[in-house]
């Protein structure tokens, strides 16, 4: 089966500027317009095929999802674009990188592959601000008009 990407979310809230971190080499032109590019990406265990050569790019910016039923590979794709594990054929950059090749991943990048990884005690906006915090970034990445900016 292949997967698909959710088309065209709302813009993130607090991703407008992307902080500067001395010591980082600026991403090309190209990889500026291309968050994520997927180029026919695949993976196999064994004789299971779980992403059948799916290729699409995300602007920065976007909230994006996948879409399909259990098994489809959603959960597979995120782990190869994050490098968790390895395509089998194909390739996918973040910013023009592989994910493992970025200076400060998380400052590029965040994802949730399994909601019973955030703490049982925080909202999801305490998760992100913990985040950020850890990951030296301010807490205006976090905040937006829904957010609890008081706290």
């Known amino acids: ?12 809230v607090g991703q407008e500027h992307w902080p500067h971190t001395a010591g980082m080499t600026p991403a090309p032109k190209e990889a500026m317009k291309q968050m994520i ?18 290729t699409f790019t995300v602007e920065p910016g976007r909230i994006t999802g996948f879409l399909g039923p259990n098994g489809a590979g959603k959960t597979t794709a995120m782990r190869l ?3 968790l594990d390895r395509p089998t054929g194909g390739s996918v950059t973040v910013r023009g990188k592989e994910f493992s090749q ?16 955030i703490h049982g005690g925080r909202s999801a906006y305490h998760h992100l601000l913990c985040l950020a915090r850890t990951n030296g970034l301010p807490r ?12």
Do not use: C, F, N
Request: net charge positive; glycine share 10%; charged share 30%.
């Open 1 to 12: 089966m292949k997967i698909g990407a959710a088309a065209d979310a709302p813009r993130a």
């Open 37 to 54: 590019k997927a180029r026919g990406l695949t993976k196999r265990y064994s004789d299971k095929l779980a992403v059948d050569q799916p």
């Open 81 to 83: 674009i994050l490098g």
């Open 102 to 117: 970025l200076a400060y991943p998380m400052r590029e990048l965040g994802a949730l592959l399994d909601a019973k990884a």
């Open 140 to 151: 205006t990445r976090v905040g937006g008009p829904w957010s609890d900016e008081s706290a």
